[in-house]
């Protein structure tokens, strides 16, 4: 089972360097190539992904971050897809998680919550609360759930679906994956698959708004086949 990360990144050079780093250290002999989507950076983003060994920088000039995925989906080499945010860190045993959870013939997609590193102490309580709680209350009643930046999908699986949904610009296009996959295979949210994530939206956009709307567009997509919120989010 050969592996390829595929790393969305718009204008992400405070973060994409800690990135890579935290992948090489850790990466496993079955990892085939690490490829960096440029989604139509004006920064150094490109710059400094090109300095990393085993790293390919691709550029989507069309923003969106299911199009940046699909472009990735369709350089990549790999049976399985690992999906990761360029500001996501690879804790140690990820990918042996990850690789462990797949091994089962009939799982096509695995996923796993964020622990955010760069949030206040009382945050992370209330963080940690919502993927107990929740997150797996959410799982339980669909049978389906995809953090967009810390997942692994099987090529086949994601062949057979016809790749990510390019009409969704940012939300909701996590909840779309996860749904189409369930219909070919089992999607897996294991808390054992954890990784590190900065809580820069949080800090940005408030600890109530974000689970708040990403809730809203999971309960929309599972519905009504579609996002609420269409608006674009540059921060990734």
């Not at 790393?7 to 994409?16: T, W």
């Not at 009939?106 to 963080?127: A, E, K, L, M, T």
Request: net charge positive; proline share 5%; aromatic share 12%.
């Amino acid at each position: 089972m050969t592996l390829s990360i595929i790393i969305p990144a718009f204008n992400e050079e405070k973060y994409i360097g800690d990135c890579l780093k935290s992948i090489l250290k850790y990466a496993p002999q079955n990892l085939l190539e690490i490829i960096v989507v440029n989604n139509a950076s004006h920064d150094r983003t490109a710059e400094i992904a090109k300095q990393f060994d085993r790293v390919r920088v691709v550029y989507e000039p069309i923003k969106g971050l299911p199009r940046a995925r699909q472009r990735g989906f369709e350089e990549a080499k790999g049976d399985v897809m690992l999906s990761l945010d360029a500001d996501t860190r690879v804790p140690k045993g990820w990918f042996e998680a990850m690789q462990e959870e797949l091994k089962e013939p009939n799982v096509v997609c695995v996923s796993g919550p964020y622990n955010f590193y760069d949030i206040p102490p009382w945050q992370r309580i209330c963080v940690a609360a919502y993927w107990n709680s929740c997150a797996k209350v959410t799982y339980a009643s669909t049978g389906y759930m995809v953090v967009g930046g810390n997942f692994a999908v099987k090529r086949d699986a994601l062949k057979k679906i016809g790749g990510f949904n390019t009409d969704i610009s940012f939300y909701g296009e996590d909840t779309d994956i996860a749904k189409r996959l369930h219909t070919v295979g089992t999607v897996v949210y294991s808390p054992r698959c954890w990784i590190n994530s900065s809580g820069r939206r949080l800090n940005a956009e408030g600890l109530v708004k974000v689970p708040f709307v990403y809730a809203l567009n999971y309960i929309w997509i599972a519905a009504f086949h579609k996002p609420l919120t269409k608006t674009h989010t540059d921060i990734r």
